[in-house]
């Protein structure tokens, strides 16, 4: 079985001591490809290099992640947009809104969010979403940008039924499912089965969110085929099915030059 990591943030300090057997411990357990969304100006660099050491695993996105959405966003998306026309990157993210820690920035993060939307839609790439305590604001910059070219990702859903449906309607959009699937009380029991498998991608959000038993400890790539075997439970069906199935809807979605 062979299964792509869509949403991995391990160019972070929290791999930099054992960042190559991260790497070989995902590929072990068929983790073959990973998906490497950008946080800002100053994650780039440490990003690339991890991209230059790896290019046949880790694939890089290119975003300002809306919590690191402040007074000099503008400065920053022109990075952003910079780095989006000189360099290759596979998706634009991870963008979005982010209401749980603070609101103060609401206005600017639906400006960068609709700002980087279209970005994406110039360089034909798809966007990776992130959306905490913000479903609805989501929604409102999304009915205002959507159309045909736009696909994407809602990464690390933790959505109602009618949330992901409401994704699933706009056309080009996946659910990036993660470790909250194995989470007692997450609330995707009463999602997932309701989903058909053709609308998932799997991910980590590596360092964050580890899959039961490992939740409270660092997550890696190496833990997506335990997120796997929790939507094969709930789907009724093999974890081979899911492997197979969600791998070919990430190398759909993702433009790796390949």
């Not at 959507?146 to 696909?151: G, I, R, V």
Request: net charge negative.
């Amino acid at each position: 079985m062979q299964f792509i990591d869509t949403h991995a943030h391990l160019y972070l300090d929290k791999f930099e001591a054992d960042i190559d057997q991260v790497i070989s411990n995902a590929i072990e357990n068929g983790v073959h490809k990973m998906y490497l969304p950008n946080i800002d100006s100053h994650t780039i660099e440490s990003m690339k290099q991890l991209v230059a050491k790896y290019p046949d695993n880790c694939y890089p996105m290119i975003g300002l992640h809306p919590s690191d959405v402040k007074e000099n966003f503008e400065e920053e998306l022109a990075i952003i947009k910079k780095e989006a026309e000189t360099n290759k990157y596979i998706a634009i993210g991870e963008i979005g809104i982010d209401l749980y820690w603070d609101q103060t920035f609401l206005k600017q993060q639906q400006d960068a969010f609709a700002f980087q939307i279209e970005l994406a839609k110039t360089h034909g790439l798809p966007i990776a979403i992130h959306a905490r305590d913000s479903f609805d604001e989501i929604f409102e910059v999304l009915d205002q940008h959507n159309d045909d070219s736009l696909t994407g990702v809602l990464h690390c859903f933790t959505g109602n039924l009618d949330q992901a449906n409401r994704v699933i309607n706009y056309g080009g959009f996946k659910l990036g499912i993660g470790g909250v699937a194995t989470f007692k009380n997450g609330g995707l029991d009463k999602v997932i089965p309701h989903v058909d498998l053709k609308h998932l991608v799997l991910e980590t959000d590596a360092p964050f969110l580890a899959p039961t038993p490992y939740r409270g400890k660092r997550n890696e790539s190496q833990y997506i085929p335990i997120i796997a075997d929790k939507v094969a439970q709930m789907q009724g069906i093999k974890i081979e099915e899911v492997a197979k199935i969600t791998t070919q809807n990430a190398l759909s979605l993702f433009p790796l030059g390949q």
